[in-house]
């Protein structure tokens, strides 16, 4: 019933997901959730009155929500990192974090800063001194405030001990053609998609 809090699980239960193309797809949520973004493994909510997202996972990764909920636990209080509220089979709560992403950055031609790549460094490897591997750091798990502080999102694959290149091969990019001139203010959204599925075709074990 519109108007009455629901309960986050009631939320939860309330998405639903079709497989098109081999793809998960949001099928049905409740009217009081706005969809904040999708991954491969699961969708992101705006939650109604409040500043958190609820991450509803598609149902062969559900299994996902225990292990980003541990990986939360080890990072908990920095200030790069959301934070955690809620965990269930299928879903975690976690805070909303109001930016955009680096892949709409680059689309929207909103400049990356060396100071953000270092914030990147910085985090990651406080991370690590959680005990965790940071990983799977690609354009879509970057956010970016309007006061230009960079959040990490989608931390699911940080216990994960093998190694991940995919942010220095991000950053060698940066370095080697993002401050050039002849690198496009803005980046079309096909060309950031054929560069990754290229990556990923060659290197597929760097996600
Ligand atoms: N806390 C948040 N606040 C605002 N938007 C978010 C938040 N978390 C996720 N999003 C949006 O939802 C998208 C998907 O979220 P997320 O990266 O957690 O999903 P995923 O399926 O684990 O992703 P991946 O494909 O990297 O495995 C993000 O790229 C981002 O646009
Ligand atoms: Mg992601």
Redesign the pocket.
């Known amino acids: 019933m519109a108007g009455v809090t629901k309960t986050y699980k009631q939320y939860a239960d309330s998405v639903s997901f079709r497989v098109v193309k081999g793809t998960y797809e949001v099928y049905s949520s409740h009217p009081h959730l706005s969809?904040?973004?999708?991954?491969?493994?699961?969708?992101?909510f705006?939650l109604p009155e409040e500043n958190?997202?609820i991450?509803v996972?598609?149902p062969p990764?559900e299994s996902?929500a225990k292990q980003?909920y541990i990986n939360y636990m080890k990072i908990t209080d920095h200030p790069q990192y959301?934070s955690l509220y809620e965990v269930d089979t299928n879903y975690i709560v976690?805070?909303?974090?109001?930016?955009k992403?680096a892949?709409?950055c680059l689309h929207e031609g909103i400049h990356i800063s060396l100071d953000q790549i270092k914030q990147v460094d910085d985090a990651l490897g406080y991370a690590r001194t959680q005990g965790l591997y940071p990983s799977?750091i690609?354009l879509?798990?970057l956010?970016i405030t309007s006061d230009g502080l960079v959040?990490i999102?989608?931390i699911?694959?940080f216990s994960n001990p093998k190694p991940c290149r995919q942010w220095d091969d991000l950053k060698a990019g940066y370095y080697k053609h993002y401050r050039k001139a002849y690198f496009p203010t803005q980046v079309p959204k096909w060309l950031m998609n054929t560069v990754a599925k290229i990556y990923r075709s060659r290197y597929p074990n760097r996600h």
């Open positions: 969809i904040c973004g999708a991954g491969r493994s699961a969708a992101v705006k958190r997202v991450k996972y598609y990764f996902v980003e959301a976690h805070e909303y974090i109001k930016g992403t892949f709409q799977d690609h879509h798990n956010l959040r999102i989608d699911a694959r």
